[in-house]
Structure formats: structure tokens, C-alpha cells
């Protein structure tokens, strides 16, 4: 939560990022993760606009080209590094259509090894469906009891949970409805957080930005309109002790996910520190100009230094200001 910086999300896990390389033409395959990897983490001045990164079980093993582990590679700019330790979404019982986050079975031990390994926070996705009957109150229980029970065994560990329910941008919901599912979807995550005893001012809380669905008719709502009911739910349904919050990007594009930030952060003092935790807003662009190849490594490093720079001014609210200088200078 250091101002003026945010997370970098990598913490895709391998398939799906086979996934996104065979979408952009890129060879897959655990040589080509890890050469991604390296093009991210080796981005020089990094650390001055990201806090912390998070990694996949596969990535917090691996190593740079110079023999430098990833964690070191991160440790050297003062980038902390966390860690995904869920499992996946999995289909919950008599609810279809929803699922429930697993992960839970063997915890403990997993998170003393990523501790030894020089992880000092974890992160854990819940993921929330919205349509007219979604979600259902099993669903939002089982989550959020997954959700605090994750956070208190990341605190008995001494490592800082990003407690992370999703409310997913996909369907043809407005506004309002995502305002009221989000903040129904918050109480029950706080108070399974309270009934497991988790101290709220140690966690960063990680959720969707207040937006219209994807099939909304008139999505994508204004920059204005976003931190408009954001900021009115978080308000009314985040406790003020909380240690901080970083807003995740949901699939928005880069250019909308800065811009949506920085109308938040435009709006005046907030009782918690409020910035970001973006993984495709960061990544997707610059991994068009990496395409694969080690001759396009600079560019690619460029462009993600640029959106992290972008976002980092943005969660102060002065991206505009940032935007406005940099044109300044390429019209000189």
C-alpha cells in the first residue's frame, strides 16, 4: 500500500496463460511462461510504480537467464512477492452456474512453504456471477467463508492475505444492480472475516470497480459514473480499518482501468489507501510487442513500465496531470 505504487497481477496459472500466448500466436509451454516472466519481472526501474507482485506455485520456482531466482530477481527493485495459493472455481453443490473457491485442504502447509520460499502475502479469488437470480446466498456463504478462513491462516502465518471476491463484469446487468450485488457480496465477506477473528486492518481487500455489465446496452460507463457508486459501496460497506484496497481490472481494457482508477482517486481523502491490482491491464499490450520473440523484450518492457507509471499516477488521482505532461513534451 506504499503511495504512489500498486500490484502486478502475474499470477496466471499455466494454462490459462497457454491460453492468452495462443490468442496472441505465441508458442506455449512452460520455456515460453518463463521467458514472459523474465520480459515482466526484469523491467527495469519496475519497482518504482509496482509494490508488490503475485506469482503462480510454477513461477515462484523459476529462475531468470542470469540464474537469479524470480524472487530475487523482485527482491533486488523491492517488489514484494506474493502468491496465488487457491485452487480454481469449482461447480458448487446444488447452485448451478455458481461455483465456490477451493484450496482450503492443506493451507497451512503450503503457505510455511511459500513463507520460506520469500513470499510475504497470498492472494485467493472468489468469483460471483450476476444475473437475475444470481447470486445465491449459497453461493456468497460458501465463498466468503472460504475467503476468511484463507485470510486467517495467512495471518497466523504472519503473511498479508488480498482477500479477493470478484463480482464478474459479464452479463447485460446495469450499474445498479452490480452496485447492489457488490455490496451484498462485501457484508458477507466482512463479517465471515470477523466471525474467523481475522484482523481487517492487515488485509488488502481486492474488488471489482461498481460498472454496467458487458452486455449492458450502454457499457462502458463514464470514468465519473464508475467511482460514482464505487466510491458511495465502499463507503458504506468497507470498515475504515481496513489496511487498503486494490481495485482489480476485471477484463477492462488498460486505457478504461487508469482512467476509471484516477476518477476514483480524484474524488478527495478516503478513509483507506486505494490503488490498484491489475493483470491483464498491465500485461495484455505489452504482450502483443513481446509476440515471443527476445528482439522485442525492450519494447514490451516499455510499454508495461508505461501503464504501471500510468497507473501509479492514477491512484493519486493525477494521472490526467501525468497524461498532460507527457504530451507536452512529444509536441516540443
Known sequence: M?????ILAADESSPTLDSRFMAAGISTGADSRRAWREVLFGTPRLGSFISGAILYDETIRQSATDARSFVQLLSDQQILVGIKVDTGAKPLAHAPGESVTEGLDGLRQRLEEYRSMGAC????????????????????YANAHALARYAALCQEQEMVPIVEPEVLMDGSHDIERCADVTATTLHWVFNALFEQNVMVDTIVLKPNMITSGTGFANSPDSPELVAEHTLRCYLRHVPASTGGIALLSGGQSDAMATMNLNAINSRGDLPWRLTFSYGRALQASAMQAWAGSGANVESARAI??????????????????LARAASTVLHS
Open 2 to 6: 506504499a503511495p504512489g505504487k500498486g
Open 121 to 140: 502475502f497470498a492472494k485467493w479469488r472468489a468469483v460471483i456471477r450476476i444475473d437475475e437470480l444470481k447470486p445465491s446466498n449459497q453461493c456468497l
Open 304 to 321: 508495461l513500465l508505461g501503464l504501471a507509471e500510468a497507473n501509479a499516477a492514477a491512484s493519486e488521482g493525477r494521472y490526467r496531470q
